[in-house]
């Protein structure tokens, strides 16, 4: 553990300024061991986060906006945050946490806000489906397109997935689950 000094937002910051990304990661960490006061503590839960996000690190990131979303003092903020900490999850492939993350979003929100999180929510799986199949991971883009046909669709969207999930596993030979999906369909 490294040694801190600082207390203060600017004194952080001045220091962060001399050093590496994991040097950063390891002196945040050790920062967020002492008695910080609130927006000092937010400033670096922020700054760890992004540094966990850039260096692909999703499930620590997501972990940092969900304790943030903890200590924030808004419901909004908290709402923005555990729909952040939903979407790092399933960048990083937790979807029983990215789970959790977006149902705590979805109970702070009210009418229009529960909406939001839902299309957050949609869209974050949506996305890592597409990025899998780009990566050419088939078999993480089946388990992500099986996931979106959990969520609250529309008809459209669910036919979508539905034959995308059909592509998928007829290239992945998965007779069984596209005789099945077949049978669902009509």
Known sequence: MMEVREQKRHEIEARLATMGDYIKMEYLNSCLKTPLDYDTRKFVMIKLAGIYELQKMFPE??????????ISSTTQGKINDYIKSGELFVKGGKYEDSDFSFNKAMLLGEGLQKNVVKNAMKEAYK??????????????????????????LDVGERREFQNALMNLYQQLGRVRELMAMKRTIG
């Not at 997501?62 to 943030?68: D, I, S, Y």
């Not at 597409?130 to 996931?147: N, S, V």
């Open 127 to 152: 996305t890592q489906a597409k990025i899998h199949l780009q990566r050419g991971k088939r078999k993480h883009a089946m388990d992500t397109y099986e996931k979106l046909l959990t969520l609250d």
């Open 61 to 70: 990131a997501a972990r940092l906006f969900r304790n943030m979303a903890d």
